[in-house]
């Protein structure tokens, strides 16, 4: 595998939460989580699919129960294996998967349409929040 586009370590994904990352298409850079689910890890882009400037992980980690990814905004739950909506206002909805491999305990980005910038967020801004940034 190409290092530049290994994300993380198995071994640093922390437990009952989500391991932040940047991605980029072209020149537009988003966020992606890693989830770390009984052993298998997925990726999915960072918000949730009822209001997608709502993110999944602020940068702290995603809060998960059971094994599902919560939306902190409105409480909708998603299977962090499946990516599928299993309550809340975008019930059957199923979160954007981004393609990785593991390799030798490494993960690695494999998804054609993105190219790995690095680990946390390279946004400058908070797009969950509902105020304006710099304008009081």
Not at 62 to 89: I, N, Q, W
Not at 103 to 111: M, S, V
Not at 113 to 122: A, I, K, N
Request: aromatic fraction near 8%.
């Amino acid at each position: 595998m190409d290092e530049h586009s290994r994300i993380a370590a198995v071994e640093e994904l922390p437990d009952d939460t989500t391991f932040l990352f940047t991605i980029r298409e072209g020149f537009d850079e988003e966020e992606a989580i890693l989830v770390a689910d009984d052993g298998d890890v997925r990726a999915w882009r960072n918000y949730c699919q009822h209001w997608t400037d709502v993110r999944l992980d602020k940068g702290d980690g995603a809060s998960m129960r059971d094994g599902e990814l919560v939306c902190g905004k409105h409480g909708a739950l998603f299977e962090a294996d499946t990516g599928v909506c299993t309550y809340g206002p975008c019930e059957d909805a199923v979160l954007d998967e981004v393609d990785i491999t593991v390799e030798d305990g490494d993960i690695y980005l494999t998804d054609d349409d993105y190219e790995f910038v690095e680990q946390g967020s390279s946004i400058t801004h908070d797009l969950s929040s509902n105020r304006s940034l710099g304008f009081e």
